[in-house]
């Protein structure tokens, strides 16, 4: 611009004049940017404010939805204005259930104070259909440290947890066929076990018989005749370990009699050619279930016999305890320090490569024949070591064998000072009370009668609940003492003893049971019984357990 003859200030102000105009043109120009990104950026966080798969609200402090986002208004099929400002547990998602309402009334008042609230709950669907949610409830506070605003996510589970419960059941699965597979594999072994202790109990009996005359030489022949019924109760309570149903439950346990007692079951399974080392260096402690530990030591082992085959080996079980610095297991997980219980099982078999190594712990994958086994054992292991935070190490090479190494977190041994109970020091005496003996085994009611009668006591038996219970309401007051059987027609020992002890709160029960699905010792022992004996039963201990029971009662 031409300015010529114009006074000088006036020139200078004419040029201030034109730069403010520029500076404002500029800051125009940043404000509308600055605009233009704003909405921009609002439109970005509604896309994605709307288009989440959570289901998002803004609420008020009061809890009055003030926002909320398009997945929970298509999953309710509602409009916004149907919902908008009002209270949240008032939304039509919640309508299935007023419980459903109220705690999550309650749950956004408890946000106000916690800072955070998360639980699971249910919703109902546009459909009518019932689903289960995650919700979660966070306040926003401002500068000032006060509530500005509640912000609500939730999103849909049902699939997740439908997903976990089928995988549970797998599992379930996994485990059963697993057991069927290792039972068939022993059923022969068993087989054999208890027709060599029937031989032996049947020929000590013809001997016994034979030399009468010689009370010396029947006494010898009697006592070996209770070492095999002693045999065969031992066997009995192994399969009965192996092969029962119950929840899973975690205990102080001495892993090494868990091995000793897989051992014997397994060695009457698996051919003469291979041997059997067993080594225990530790009889520490770890905090596990009995039965899952029974099944880890038998896969293992079943495994190891497989690969060595009919040719035969040397199955090796070592336990030993050592201190673990860190490291990586199988899987590349890192190991915690600290001091584990290890179980190695070692075999002299064919070993295995890297590649087979690597799908060893899958689920189905098997590299043994059709008919001898389905690929679960090295699953469930892993599953079972995982669950009792342990870990697994294997060595294997093709040729040389394979080597599995099962470590375990020892926990501390807190009853080494207990004293421990000495059935020998248990007094044996008998006495002159009067004791009703319930059982449906004749056999095992004559020799109770007999056995008690001359230990001093007045016995009557009877052959089922029914009548026992008939007997006992003629005359509550007529024994001081009841033996009864658990598993009996009728009526089962556990219902005659439920239906004395409320006739008579005071009167001792003794249940014994050979297997029972129906009732452990701590529901028997909650119910008011006295003492849950295991079948077969010795005649000094059941007469121990008498005496100590009626001892206690006339004390008391």
Known sequence: MNWAGLPAILILFMEQLEHNQKQIQNEIRKNIEVQTALVENDLKLRSLFNQSFQFTGILSPSGVLEEINQSILEFSGCKAEDVIYRPLWEAPWWRHDPMVQEELRAAVQAALDKNFVRYETTSISKDNEIRNIDISIKPIRNSSGEVAF?????????????????????????????KMEAIGTLAGGIAHDFNNILSGILGYAQLAELNLASPSKARGHLTQIIKGAHRAAELTQQILTFSRRTEFEKQPLRLYLIIKEALKLLR?????????????????????DPTQMHQVIMNLCTNAY????????????RLTEKWISGGKDVFDQDIKQGVYLELEVTDTGHGMDDEILK???????????????????LALVHAIVEEHGGHIKVKSRVGQGSGFFIHLPVIADQDETQPQDKKDEKSYKGGSERIMVVDDEEDIREILQEFLTSAG???????????????????PDQFDLIITDMTMPRMTGGE??????CIRADMPVILCTGYSESISEALALNIGIRRYL???????????????????????
């Open 150 to 178: 509640i912000m609500t996510e939730s999103r849909d589970i049902t699939e997740y947890k439908l997903a976990a419960h089928e995988r549970r059941n797998l599992a379930v699965q996994m485990e059963k066929s697993q």
């Open 457 to 475: 006591y007045k016995v009557r038996v009877f052959e089922n609940g029914a009548q026992a219970l008939e007997a006992f309401q003629e005359d």
């Open 359 to 377: 799908k060893a712990f899958d689920p189905y994958f098997t590299t043994k024949d059709i008919g001898k086994g389905t690929g679960f054992g």
């Open 534 to 556: 295991q079948k077969p039963l010795s005649n000094k201990e059941l007469a121990a357990s008498i005496r100590e029971i009626l001892d206690k009662t006339e004390s008391s």
């Open 268 to 288: 009457s399974s698996i051919p003469s050619t291979i041997d059997i080392t067993e080594a225990i260096d530790s009889k520490s402690k770890v905090l596990a």
């Open 496 to 501: 005659l003893a439920k239906k004395v002890i």
């Open 306 to 317: 497989h690969a060595m085959g009919e040719r035969g080996g040397t199955l090796t079980v």
